[in-house]
């Protein structure tokens, strides 16, 4: 009895979580966009975990024959280079899959660091407010000031050409849309009568912030997360494009595309496929981000 007992309270206590990813799915699933571009970002996820057993060759393994055109485009074209090859003889398919990680681990560790510094800081001022949010507020003025892109060119020359300081100036970049989210949020939350319960019952102002404030503001936040992780994949790609990122023979699309546009008029396949990667991906995880938008605003939710 006792058993079944415990076992009645432990799925009384899932099933207002259960209820609350059902409801959550519920709005979700009725954008058809958002959903499908949720299959293609898990597609796109599994490929870049599974890279070592999908790609048909190294990613620098390197050919006799360079600039092959991809065998459906000409009759007679060689089948072992679906893709085709690119001016050194490397199979463009392959580097497109091995690709996939460099990109996909930029908008994690871009996203990531980003998310982090902005809710901190974006906590403390929106929380305590005073000369302290004013600085803060006057800093992030300046750097959304600049063009991001601009801005990112100029934290990377001061740091040096590589992926990791790429990561690092596009981080930089985003911060501010974090902090000003986080301190909106919390400005808004402070003054509602649930903290100055849990305020008059003396609670410190660290749980306050952290345990009674904050996971009542993170629905921007999340929305925000995943805009920024295609933004941060097309930054990466701008930067490895102009030398300034990912440095070669690493296979990111960026890096791709700028060792083959002076290829772009004879060989056209060099320069459409990594393209077509970015595109495609940084489309999927903008429609994610849509249908996120979507299912957590209360004022888009239907009765």
């Not at 990680?101 to 407010?129: D, E, Q």
């Not at 949010?133 to 991001?148: E, K, Q």
Request: hydrophobic share 55%; with cysteine; glycine share 8%.
């Amino acid at each position: 009895m006792s058993r079944m007992e415990a076992e009645t309270q432990e799925l009384a206590a899932e099933s207002p979580r259960m209820a609350m990813l059902r409801e959550f799915w519920a709005y979700f699933s009725e954008n058809r966009g958002a959903v499908i571009g949720l299959v293609v970002f898990v597609v796109i996820c599994l490929v870049a975990i599974f890279a070592n057993v999908i790609a048909p060759h190294s990613a620098s393994m390197q050919f006799r024959d360079s600039l092959l055109v991809p065998p459906v485009w000409q009759e007679g074209g060689s089948w072992q280079f679906i893709l085709g090859t690119d001016p050194v003889g490397r199979d463009i398919l392959s580097r497109l899959i091995y690709g996939s990680r460099f990109s996909l681990f930029v908008g994690c560790v871009v996203v990531a660091g980003a998310l982090v510094v902005g809710i901190i800081v974006g906590l403390l001022a929106g929380f305590f407010g005073g000369w302290f949010d004013t600085l803060v507020m006057r800093v992030m003025d300046i750097i959304l000031a600049f063009p991001s892109l601009l801005l990112a060119l100029a934290l990377v020359a001061i740091l040096g050409p590589s992926l990791t300081n790429a990561m690092i100036a596009i981080a930089i970049v985003q911060q501010p849309h974090y902090v000003r989210l986080t301190r909106a949020a919390v400005m808004a939350e402070k003054q509602r009568d649930y903290v100055t319960a849990a305020r008059v019952v003396g609670a410190s102002p660290l749980r306050l912030m952290v345990v009674t404030i904050l996971p009542n503001s993170l629905s921007p936040l999340i929305v925000q997360a995943a805009l920024s992780f295609s933004n941060a994949i097309l930054d990466a790609a701008a930067l490895g494009f102009l030398g300034m990122g990912a440095q070669p023979p690493t296979p990111e699309w960026g890096t791709m595309l700028a060792e083959a546009r002076e290829f772009i008029l004879r060989a056209w396949w060099v320069v459409t496929f990594p393209g077509l990667a970015i595109l495609v991906t940084v489309l999927a995880i903008n429609l994610v981000g849509d249908g996120l938008r979507d299912a957590l605003d209360p004022k888009l939710k239907r009765s």
